[in-house]
C-alpha cells in the first residue's frame, strides 16, 4: 500500500485488529537485507510469514524490530525468527522480561492473551537510530499505552511508524491508568512531540496511513481530555476493547467461558477493583459483554458469544 510518495520502499501490510500492522522496510544497494517492524498476534503468526516472504520475494530479512511487546505487536517474533533467522531487537525496558519470559511482566498474562515465546539479540533505546532503507530511522520514546513503547522517525522523509501512540481516529488504551499509575500526561506528551516533528505521514499501530496529521491529533486529545475528566469512561472502554480482543482471538466462546476469562484475567480485575466493585464482578462483566452484543461489535449465536 502506498498513500504517499514518502512510503516508496517500504510495504505495509495493513492488518485487522487482532494483529498491528507489519512494515517492510526494504534494503538498497550496500544494506544487508530488509527490516521488519512488528509482527502481529500469534494466532496469525502462519500468515504474517506467508505475507512477509510475499513482500520480500527474494530479499533477506535483516532484522525484526518491535515498537513495543504488547501480543499484538510481538504475536509473530518466535515464527518469523524459525522461517528466516532474523535476530529480534526490542525496547530495553523490556529486555529482562524477555529473557526470562515473564508473561506478567510482558503484560501478557495480565490481559489473558497468547503469545509464543522468543528470543531478542539487541534492543533499540529512544534516541538511537538505525539505517534501513537508505534510511535513517530515530528511535523516540512514546509513553502512555505501555510505558517502554518506541515510534520510529524518518525525518527526511517524513515518516513517522506511531505503533499505539496515534491512530487516525484515536490511540490506544492507556493500560497504566487502570492500574492506578499515571499514563495520560504521557499520551499528552508524545502527541505534543508529534506536533513538533516535520512529519508528511503516519503509518500507526492499526488502520491505513494516514497524512492529516493536524486533525488526527485534534481528535486524539479531545479523546485524551474526555478520559481525563472521566476516567470511569477510559476504563469502560479499556474493559471492552480488551472483552472484544479476546473474542477476536477465539472468534467463538460459550458466554460462560468468556465471563469466566473476564473474572479471571488481572487486568480487569484491576479495572473491577477501581471502577466496579459495587457490583459483583462476573455480573459487571457481563454487562460489558451485552453493551458489545447490542452496539453490533459482538454477536450471541445460542450459548456462544461470536466475532463480527
Known sequence: MTVHAALGGLTVLERGWLSSNNIVIHAVDGEPGAVLVDTGHVTHAEQTVALVRHALRDEKLHRIVNTHLHSDHCGGNAALQRAFGAPITVPPGNAAAVAAWDTMRLTHATTGQSSERFTHTDTLSPGAHFVAGGRRWDAMAAPGHDPFSLMLFDAQHGVLISADALWENGFGVVFPE?????????????????????????????????????????????????????????????VKVMIKYHVMEEQRIERDALLRWAVDTPFLQSA?????????????????????IGQGALEREGDDVIDR
Do not use: M, N, T, Y
Not at 196 to 221: E, K, Q, T
Open 272 to 292: 473491577w477493583q477501581r471502577f466496579g466493585a459495587d457490583e459483583p464482578p462476573r455480573e459487571w462483566c457481563a454487562r460489558f459483554v451485552d453493551e458489545l
Open 178 to 238: 487502570i492500574d492506578g499509575e499515571p499514563g495520560f500526561d504521557d499520551v499528552g506528551a508524545v502527541f505534543d512531540a508529534i506536533e513538533r516533528l516535520p512529519v508528511r505521514v503516519v503509518i500507526p499501530g492499526h488502520g491505513a496511513p494516514f497524512i492529516d496529521v493536524a486533525a488526527a491529533l485534534v481528535r486524539a486529545r479531545s479523546r485524551l481530555d474526555g478520559f481525563k475528566q472521566q476516567p470511569e469512561r477510559h476504563a469502560r472502554h479499556a
